[in-house]
């Protein structure tokens, strides 16, 4: 393919290279995501030694070891892109992604190999996150140096399209092979159909980069011989350009990462885990309003070429700081409108020695395994199990703890000096009277799609993701221009990959423990607002605007 000439329109040159960088992107997130979609049943065959809490929990901390390790690939790869290349360090990535799920479809089972099959499975997930750390820095410097002045906003906004697109596709995917499979034969052996299928993606993006030649504006710089022959320490061993990789971190990806994953990952955990919308419905919601709203990124990433990157980014975080609570309130109100009238009606309190509470973070299933034996503990656990709203009030030191649904008060229990026989049939009738007041009161065991009001739920999840869009279709060409071509890969990667695979990838959990920190089911929403509100302070006082500058350098 020849060299794309810098014109302002779009020409078939443009597309080939937008088109082969963007389909490459989506199919690393397909592949990316494919295990946190999976991950239950991925517990089941490779934790299979541990209780099913344990294992569950310990499949998620394998899906986080990709985020975990994000910040090392954009080191790693952004080093290579300044020295050799942005063509060939993302068709390395590819590489690693695609080759790395297709292993996770045909790796052996705890059953075959024992703990050989879990210590494979983490090594390759940490391959993916590492390959996905490359990636994207180098699809983003790619298409941003092919782009016409005055469009890389554009250009680059089909790239911040392939998170959600691939997101999208993996769950698309996954439906499909549940749907001809079956539920049971997916369980079984069906799974690996979609990590399998990464290997045809493989060799279509593989065949499409191989087409593509190197950056016109790295290419001009090598052959001045100006490109970097240290690039970590251009990027992070002077603070010139160290300050602009943090202020690039704290003022610009941090609150662009909230803003996504609060929009359409604790979203949907929102809907399923607290309001107790079933996961099928859940999905639709989210699916759609991710069609819906997609072409969001492309029309801010226009939108930034003509009024600039930093006002619609500022814009999108200020817009969620201030909105998050009142739209997540509208979520309970239009989904679960049973819940929140409970909660009105009869609230709840538990009255406790704060000695005597334990921080129950214990995510998903662990909950059935994980015992709580203090008087506060038990309680809490029980309202915590049907997503009821509680405050706290401090009783006298020592005291057993009590709950207060309504008017009706359940005094709690404390097991520890009960034998074990006395200790289940204690726990199992405070159980019993908890949930009967619960129930009385109006509390929801699930939300009752019949009372849900879908319209205004969509609209409500659009809007959310419209938020993403504004922070994340111009990211690209922000974080592209701020940095010169010589250091551009490294430099914009690791501050990118920091604010995404850790501020917005420990999100859910971040969150989710602070709700069973306060009993409140909004307390979660807390860690997105600071995050997006400290953004865009920074961001509004030390990041410059960067739309009119000349990248060529």
Known sequence: MASVPHTGNLTQGHKR?????????IFEWYDFYLYGSLAAIIAVHFFSSLPSGSAFIMALLTFAAGFAVRPFGAIVFGRLGDMIGRKYTFLVTIVIMGISTFLVGVLPTYASIG??????????????????????????????????????????????????????????????????????????????????????????????????????????????????????????????????????????TAGQAVVWYAGQFYALFFLTQTLKVDAITANLFIAAALAIATGGFIFFGWLSDKIGRKPIIMAGCLLAAITYFPIFKGLTHYANPALEAAAKNSPAVVVADPKD??????????????????????????????????????AAAGSVASVRIGNTVIQGVDVRQLSPEEAKAAQAKLASDVTAAIDAAGYPAKADNSQMNKPMVLLLLVILVLYVTMVYGPIAAWLVELFPTRIRY?????????????????????????????GNIYSGLWYPIVIAVFTFIVGTLFLRETKDVDINN
Request: net charge positive; proline share 4%.
């Open 17 to 25: 290279v937008i088109i082969a960088s963007s389909l490459g992107t």
């Open 115 to 252: 703990i050989a099959a879990p210590i494979l499975l983490v090594v390759l997930r940490c391959l993916q996150g590492l390959a996905l750390g490359g990636e994207y820095g180098g699809a983003a410097t790619y298409v941003a140096e092919h782009a016409p002045n005055g469009k890389r906003g554009l250009y680059t906004s089909f790239i911040q399209t392939t998170a959600t697109v691939g997101l999208f596709l993996s769950l698309l995917v996954i439906l499909g092979c549940r749907t001809l499979l079956g539920e049971e034969a997916f369980k079984e052996w069906g799974w690996r159909v979609p990590f399998l299928i990464s290997f045809l993606l493989l060799l279509v993006s593989v065949w499409i980069r191989m087409k593509l030649n190197e950056s016109p504006v790295f290419q001009q710089m090598k052959a001045e011989g100006k490109h970097s022959k240290a690039p970590l320490t251009e990027s992070f061993g002077n603070w010139s350009n160290g300050k602009i990789v943090l202020l690039a971190l704290l003022g610009a």
């Open 357 to 394: 509470c334990s921080f129950q973070f214990v995510p998903g299933e662990l909950k059935s395994h994980v015992k709580f034996t203090s008087s506060c503990d038990i309680v809490k656990n029980l309202l915590n199990g049907r997503s009821v709203n509680y405050t706290n009030e401090t």
């Open 490 to 518: 490294t430099s914009m990667s690791l501050p990118y990959h920091i604010g995404n695979g850790w501020f917005g990838g420990f999100l859910p959990t971040t969150a989710f423990a602070l709700v069973l920190l306060t």
